[in-house]
């Protein structure tokens, strides 16, 4: 659940729009996220903050879900986006590249979480019910394949039980770039794969309506955790990365369509979340319509949010809550039910949800300095020797050609 980083890229892209009069011209917009969108960072730290009073039982929050649809649609929308910008710039697509960034960014804050639990499990393993011993519950974590466990052998992995989602976007990274080459090769044109992507989202919704089973005791069902429905709102943002890689949809959306975008999206994905009570997983069409549209309804908002400045885009953007989205999220929902199975008991009343709370951030923002600014550091300092060393080559090359031309 964190953001790519994203490169720049300075070249506008423009298209000759002639107004009624056919004598003046206006200038496309450039592609999404040439530069970083803070308002969708701001957009991360609200997602994290409904996970959290979820799993903190706070009333009104009991629709948990739609931070983490937030999440999938997010998602699917900056990894399409990248993709269609590196194909963009350089004709073509390095897997190799891709993955290894992904894992790097992502594996040691989730393998510094795993070693933590895994000392403390005597004392939080079995937070919300263990299926496994703390290697099985490891393994399955790190091997990232806990939503297959959950949805299909109705099984849990105690404190790490939320890795489910990981797996779910981890699985995504594995198969929609290389899907996205093959379709890039084969010449596939951008409605084809608008109609693709269309396909899985209705298909995934039925399929999800079709499969459910009303689970006992309240308990989430396993097709919330199932990948068909998890691909629902993952291919819901790729969709609109897609659409906004369209010029045409670009210069529409950055006028009014993009304001109307952007407080519809507000405006519904908060009915939803005051809407939904605590009996949602007791209903077929939760999961065969409400989390599907509201994949749809983050979608709207996401691209109003990155088509135009709103006063709703300021405050998503101002500093502390884009660089808590940015720098905190993924810390965030990786580390928060450590520690609400940790103190969670000695949380008592509304004063006590609050200070759990409170330190529940602190954590995350310990481990994210501790364990993510390092890792990007050194990652940086490596990027940074490749450059040196490449132009050195480089440089010796040239050299070796003066020589040749000059003897």
Known sequence: MATPTLSPERT?????????????????PPPPLTHRAPALDGLRTIAILIVILYHLHVPQFEG??????????????????????????TGRIRLGSFWTKRLLRLYPALLALVVVGLLLWNWVGDYKGASFSPGEAAFIALSYTGNLFRSYWDTTQGVFAHTWSLSMEEQFYLVWPPVLVLLFALRARRRWLMTGL???????????????RTPGGGSTPDVYFSPVLGVVPLAT?????????DERVRTRAAGIAGHAATWVGIGLLTAVQFWIDDDWTQHAWSF?????????????????LVSVRSPLSAVLAWTPVSWFGRRVSYSAYLWHPLVIALLGTF???????VWLIGVALLVAVGAAYAVEVPVERLRKRLREARRLVAADRSARGDADVRDAAAA
């Open 12 to 28: 506008r892209r423009t298209s000759a729009t002639a107004d009624t009069d056919g004598s003046s011209t206006r200038t496309a």
């Open 64 to 89: 948990g879900f739609i931070g983490v649809t937030v999440f999938f649609v997010l998602s699917g929308f900056l990894i399409s986006t990248l993709l269609l910008g590196e194909r963009r710039r």
């Open 198 to 212: 269309g396909v899985v989202i209705v298909g995934g919704a039925v399929a999800s309506w079709l499969s459910y």
């Open 237 to 245: 943002g790729c969709l609109l990365a897609l659409l906004l890689d």
């Open 288 to 304: 065969g319509v409400v989390l599907p549209v509201t994949g749809l309804i983050s979608a709207l908002l996401i691209g109003g």
């Open 347 to 353: 949380a008592i009343g509304p004063w006590g949800t």
